[in-house]
């Protein structure tokens, strides 16, 4: 195979591929064993007609679609790897010559990762943040451990509804005398205080008791989904069948024992304490990160191919795909939530999907010029890790990426890579802490 490469852009590279003859003609062949079963002839059987018999009868060019498709992406890796290139695209691909007993010649044109030089890296000035844990800050920890802690109960007797409790009510509603579509039910279930029904409703059931009747007066808002319900004032005949109220567990040493590993209450405060300034200290430690590697690539100036931040973009789109999904709501679900399209959710992404593109490329040109590496020590840490994250064997996490360990040298090289940028650093204390 022959290839013949020239720049003829920016970022964009010409490759005449020539495919000689005699390795041409296996792709011919595989073309023939793709089209003869699906070629009628008198005198053969489906599939046994020969390949001249074929070629006199439709000519050779029956065959050309298959053997472009069988040549062209061998040739094309091929030229690729020999020619040392990195494309970041799909190729644009233009015959030149396909004839059997020929050479096949094809050209590609096709962006590839762009050349640069780097900027300012050592010495960079960035901001170290420190956020301290408050005793609110713990306080509000421990008393959301006491709320997935607690239960519901029953009230009785001359207990009076709350915000926060969970009702079970018949309601009849009406406008001007009227029932309307929608506002009766029996059992309906409502918790004070959430917002759910029309605004004053749930505000108008505080005080009152399992049995109670009521009439509550609303108004039902102008930007209503019912047309004939704008603006109208209601009346709904409620009923209290039920209330429920959630007990919530002592702050005491048995509250720390049934929670945590602790004993008293103080050891367990301590160590929520010592947690959320674990992760206060994390959180800090990743924006100085981030704004140190988006100061030095702001020192950089790169032509990013437009090919490199759609991918990016598509990563993100679909990214956004799996939260949704999680959340139980489709892509489709929310354009319409949020009256938004996909392509004004791609635009959003585009600035972000850039800095982010930028920010690969220096740090992959910073562990070239460092020299930055990963050594087997440091691989066979990485399975380590990976293993215990995914609760899986290390063996087992070693053939998932037997025939590539691209992902995990790359996972390493650029840990490295940010290390050696924050040894170089010079730290800035900020001047007011959020």
Request: glycine share 6%.
């Amino acid at each position: 195979m022959k290839v013949v490469t020239e720049k003829i852009g920016t970022n964009k590279v010409k490759m005449e591929i020539t495919v000689e003859a005699a390795e041409f003609e296996k792709s011919m062949n595989v073309a023939y064993n793709k089209v003869k079963g699906k070629v009628s002839l008198r005198g053969f059987r489906p599939g046994k007609a020969p390949r001249k018999v074929i070629e006199q009868a439709y000519g050779e060019s029956i065959f050309y679609e298959e053997a472009f498709n069988d040549a062209v992406p061998k040739a094309y890796d091929e030229a690729v790897r020999s020619e040392g290139i990195y494309p970041v695209d799909r190729p644009d691909v233009d015959i030149v010559n396909i004839a059997g007993g020929q050479d096949f010649v094809f050209t590609a044109e096709v962006f590839v990762k762009p050349e640069f030089e780097l900027g300012q890296y050592k010495g960079v000035e960035v901001e170290k943040k420190s956020y301290p844990v408050t005793d609110a800050e713990i306080d509000a920890n421990i008393e959301a451990t006491r709320d997935r802690n607690s239960r519901w109960v029953d009230a009785e007797g001359d207990y009076e509804a709350k915000n926060g409790d969970k009702l079970v009510i018949d309601y009849k509603g009406t406008v001007d005398g009227e029932a309307f579509e929608g506002g009766s039910a029996d059992g309906y279930s409502i918790t004070l205080g959430s917002n759910t029904f029309i605004p004053g409703f749930e505000d108008q059931m505080v005080g009152m008791k399992v049995g109670d009747e009521k009439d509550v007066n609303v108004t039902f808002p102008e930007e209503y989904h019912a047309e004939n319900l704008k603006g109208k004032p209601a009346v709904f005949a409620v009923k209290v069948n039920g209330i429920q109220y959630k007990e919530m567990p002592e702050l005491d040493d048995e509250f720390a024992k049934d929670v945590s590993e602790f004993d008293t209450l103080a050891e367990y405060r301590e160590d929520v304490a010592k947690k959320l300034n674990e992760t206060a200290t994390l959180r800090a430690e990743r924006e100085m990160e981030s704004a140190l590697i988006e100061k030095v690539a702001a020192n950089t100036e790169i032509d990013i191919p437009n090919g490199m931040i759609e991918s990016q973009i598509d990563n993100m789109v679909e990214d956004m795909g799996y939260r949704m999904q999680n959340m139980g709501i489709s892509m489709e679900q929310y354009f319409q939530y949020t009256g938004t399209t996909m392509e004004s959710v791609r635009e959003q992404y585009k600035e972000e999907a850039a800095k982010t593109v930028k920010a690969q490329l220096v740090l992959e040109k910073l562990s070239i010029e460092e020299g930055i590496e990963a050594t087997a020590e440091e691989m066979e840490a990485e399975y380590e890790k990976l293993a215990n994250e995914a609760k899986l064997e290390v063996e087992k996490v070693k053939e998932m990426f037997a025939r590539d360990d691209s992902y995990i040298k790359g996972r390493i090289v650029s840990a490295k890579t940010i290390e050696m940028l924050k040894a170089n650093a010079v730290y800035v204390e900020a001047a007011a802490n959020e």
